[in-house]
């Protein structure tokens, strides 16, 4: 079942579907959240039904053996784990499923999930492949955004962005999922995608992200007391603690800057004005630049001392 905010992308999808045009490397941009797994799938089982060619007819062998995840013409690369590069032997297997007979006499599908978690290797092990594509191979890549995404691969696929809706669409779809009310904060912290704000909600994460920021401010009026409090909050939650710190010092900034608009913690403003009003500017803009290199070097390096560098980054804010 698709959801709302991909039907457009859907369509215009079945109109080439049903005239024969689709390319055959589809590359589906879309952010984390944002339910592009789905929309992937649903293409891909489209390729591989039996009875229809626009819409998967759910009741064929093919689609069948789809749900039961059994199709033996649809395989998957993707990173063994979060972060990590799809290594150059995972396409070498998917280049030979590529020239494989289809075992159902039909289509045959390839999705590389985290197509932007190609190393260089891995992707120009897949450039003949995508150049001059096997018949009957359906290539459907998925990422996050082209910036990551090497031009080579780029340029060889037929790009399609995911838009997602706009963050009041995305607050009242959660809203009805969840059937309780959602702060815009908490949207905005996952980039507006419904899913991800969704997930948030669901797993507490809205709760913990509120009592550390009520740790932070409390930590940042005098006597500046609570150091320890704050860096164990962000060590439980893990380094998205310093994205959501980071987050907030740029809202004391904004504010400092006069801005009255497009904070991200709408509804926190009451702590964002009692930062703003206590820790010097130079400083706020110093701390948020270090806390995103704390959070890139926690997330590429992983055993280090997490809790003891997030101290060593809060004494920032109070060092002479």
Known sequence: MLYPWQQSLWQNWQLLLGQGRLHHAILLLAVRGSGREVLAQQLAQTVLCQNCDTEPCGVCHSCKLFAAKTHPDFHII???????????????????????????????VIMIEHADALGEAAAN???????????????????QSL??????????CNK?????????????WVERQMMQTVKLESVRLNGGAPLATKQFIEQGQDIRHGNLLEALSNFLLPPFTGIYDVAALC????????KWLSYFLVDCIK???GVSTHFVHNESLDKVQAVASQINPAVLLSQVRKANELHRKLEKHTGLNEELLIVEWLTGFIAD
């Open 125 to 143: 092990a897949l450039l003949k492949t995508l150049e001059e594509p096997p018949s009957g191979c359906q290539f459907i890549l998925t990422a």
């Open 147 to 156: 910036d990551s995404l090497l031009p080579t691969i780029n340029s060889r």
């Open 255 to 257: 504010l400092q800057q």
């Open 235 to 242: 060590t439980g939650e893990g380094i998205v603690s310093l």
């Open 78 to 108: 993707a990173p063994l784990q979060e972060g990590k590069q799809i290594g150059v032997d995972a396409v070498r297997q998917c280049n030979r499923w590529a020239v494989e007979t289809s075992q159902l006499a039909g289509q045959r």
């Open 160 to 172: 399609w962005r995911l838009t997602t809706p706009d963050e009041q669409e995305t607050q009242r």
